[in-house]
């Protein structure tokens, strides 16, 4: 990506979301020197160098401008909005970690270790690239040997952060009860959240 092109971020941010999608798109951002930024969040944000446009995501209506590149980090989105950012943008990226829904977008970032292809297939169209797995985690420094981290490690230690939001029966359902098939090779799981909750089979 060039540092002259124009980025717009959709983000789900607000008082009620927290930080989580913004701090994950200010990473993406970290490593590049871009000059023209956009990014459209629910409530207002100050942030030196990025224009703010505040408005809920499915009521943007501003198509009169045109980007380079659209980057999409929200739960809230489907896409039919997607459809409508692509006749802005010249790329869609899409940043997901759930793939439960349809996407029309040239990129999909998941960097999930576990997730595959198969999961994706039904979800996707013929031009939408996979950008899946640990080498394409733009949150934390990767390891040069990381292909040997998974192999070495006879147990892992799970961290689990989701904000400041209420996320317990997402937590239970969507990743304790996945997890627990593998509980054998599951050390620690400590889970930070100002939201006490009790999950019996763990």
Known sequence: ?????????????????????????????????????????????????????????????????KYDIGIIDSYSVNSDFEKKISKICKKVIVIDDLCKRKFYCDFIINYDPYVT??????????KTRLLLGYKYNFIHERNKNHKNVFIKKKKYNLLIYFGTKNRSKFIQNQILSRIYPFKNKIGKIVILSKYKFVFKSL
Do not use: A, P, W
Not at 9 to 33: A, E, M, P, Q, W
Not at 117 to 123: L, P, S, T, V, W
């Open 1 to 65: 990506m060039s540092s002259k092109q124009k980025l717009i971020f959709f983000i789900d941010y607000s008082k009620v979301t927290g930080r989580g999608h913004l701090n994950r798109c200010l990473h993406f951002l970290k490593n590049f020197n871009y000059k023209n930024i956009t990014f459209v969040t629910e409530d207002k944000i100050k942030l030196k160098g990025i224009k703010n446009i505040n408005v809920k995501l499915d009521s943007f209506k501003d198509f009169s401008i």
């Open 117 to 126: 292809r198969e999961k994706y297939r039904k979800f996707t169209g013929k």
